[in-house]
Structure formats: structure tokens, C-alpha cells
């Protein structure tokens, strides 16, 4: 009987470690804060109600800043657009019901669920993987597709599935003209793997950072970015 106590306090140490590797709040939570630094806000809280999505060209979630890196945000239907000004983005809603959350626009709920939307055809592992889009159609968001940011995170990036915090785009938008022709400019998840290390040959590695519209977040602590 005595031999088994250390063999279950292992298996305790084993579930409660694979918990922490499985739970995505729980494994991106960063190392405490350096006393000099002011401590971050809790950007689960921001992530709520409605907001902007800005596209920060970054390939690194604690380094990316809002001035330096921001090439842009989401429009109504998912594309990326030049932003000057709060009015050139979407307002996009989050379901207030769930954590985590779905994304929805004035068109409808957004996912890479629409199969009308073009393919990653460049990248290794995203030649089947849709790009990003609003829809009226309910059944374009397929169940189980959903959105969170992380408690650590300096700024509310948004993640969806298992860790995907960074999104592909073949290049940054250019113009407000070019924006409004057919060209458009879509974001694809990032996919990555042995074959293709990094982002695919020639796209942008981004961030979406979620700013607050209209509300602060509880703690009076929104970022903006205009
Ligand atoms: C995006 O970031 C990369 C890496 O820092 C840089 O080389 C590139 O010029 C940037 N592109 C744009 C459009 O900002």
C-alpha cells in the first residue's frame, strides 16, 4: 500500500502539469512582472462588448506595439483596410454569453468558415484553409470556432483555437483606394509546421489587437490607438 502514495502523487503532479500545457489561459500566462514595469491590466476584461480589430505586423506578442507596428484594421467583411481613423475600422461585437467568444460585425457572425473565401494557395499547410469573412449566413460560423485573449498578454490580442494568437495576410493594404477595389487584402490563419517554419514565403506574420469602441474596459485602462 505504501509504494502506491508516491506513484499517485506523481500521476497528481503529471494531470495537474498536462492541465496547465492543455488549458491555454493557464499555459501563455507570462512570468511575473518585473517590479519596474507597471503591471498590466487584465486584458480578458477588455476583450468584451464592442471594439476594432487592429492588424499589427509582429512576429511577437510582447513586443508588438500599437504605434510602431500597426498597418492597419478588420473592415466590415474581414479584409484588412488602411486605418487613419476609428471610423475606417469595423465595430465588431463579441457574444457576451461565453468565453470564449464569437466575433460578429453589422454584417453577421465572422470565422474562417466560408468556403467562397480564397485559400492560402502560397503556404504549405494553408493551400485548404479559408480566409476570414463576416456573413449573414449563421451557418458560416461553424460550431466550436471561437475567440479569447490571455491574462499576461500586454495588450488584448486575440486568439482563436489551440494557440493560434498570429494570422497570415499576403501583404499590408496600401491605400484607401485600393482598399475600396477588388483586390482586397484577406487574412488567413497562421499555419506553420516542419516544411514551412515560419510564415508562408513573402505574407506578413500579424497580431489582431482588440480596442475597446465607446465603453473603457472595467479597469478605465483602453488603448487608443487614434
Ligand atoms: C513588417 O515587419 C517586417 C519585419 O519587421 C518588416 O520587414 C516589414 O517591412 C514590415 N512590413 C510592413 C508593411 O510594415
Not at 57 to 74: E, H, Q, R, V, W
Request: aromatic share 10%; hydrophobic share 35%; net charge negative.
Amino acid at each position: 500500500m505504501s509504494h502506491q502514495k508516491p506513484t499517485s502523487r506523481l500521476l497528481t503532479t503529471l494531470l495537474v502539469s498536462l492541465t496547465l500545457l492543455l488549458s491555454p489561459s493557464l499555459a501563455l500566462a507570462l512570468p511575473a512582472p518585473v517590479p519596474a514595469e507597471p503591471s498590466s491590466p487584465d486584458v480578458t476584461k477588455l476583450f468584451n462588448g464592442l471594439g476594432h480589430i487592429i492588424v499589427l505586423n509582429s512576429t511577437s506578442y510582447s513586443d508588438a506595439s500599437l504605434s510602431s507596428d500597426s498597418i492597419g484594421c478588420l473592415s466590415d467583411a474581414g479584409y484588412v483596410v488602411t486605418a487613419s481613423s476609428s471610423s475606417d475600422c469595423a465595430t465588431f461585437s463579441t457574444s457576451i454569453t461565453s468565453y470564449p467568444k464569437t466575433i460578429s460585425s453589422k454584417i453577421g457572425g465572422c470565422s474562417f468558415g466560408n468556403q467562397a473565401m480564397p485559400t492560402n494557395e502560397d503556404s504549405r499547410y494553408g493551400a485548404r484553409q479559408h480566409a476570414w469573412s463576416c456573413n449573414e449566413d449563421p451557418a458560416m460560423v461553424p460550431e466550436g470556432e471561437r475567440y479569447y485573449t490571455i491574462n499576461g498578454f500586454k495588450y488584448p490580442f486575440i486568439c482563436n483555437g489551440n494557440l493560434n494568437c498570429y494570422y497570415d495576410i499576403p501583404r499590408a493594404p496600401s491605400s484607401k483606394e485600393e482598399d475600396s477595389k477588388g483586390d482586397k487584402v484577406v487574412v488567413w490563419q497562421y499555419a506553420w509546421g516542419s516544411e514551412q517554419m515560419g510564415i508562408t514565403p513573402g505574407h506578413l506574420q500579424v497580431l489582431w489587437m482588440w480596442v475597446p469602441a465607446g465603453k473603457q474596459g472595467e479597469d478605465g485602462s483602453a488603448v487608443k490607438p487614434f
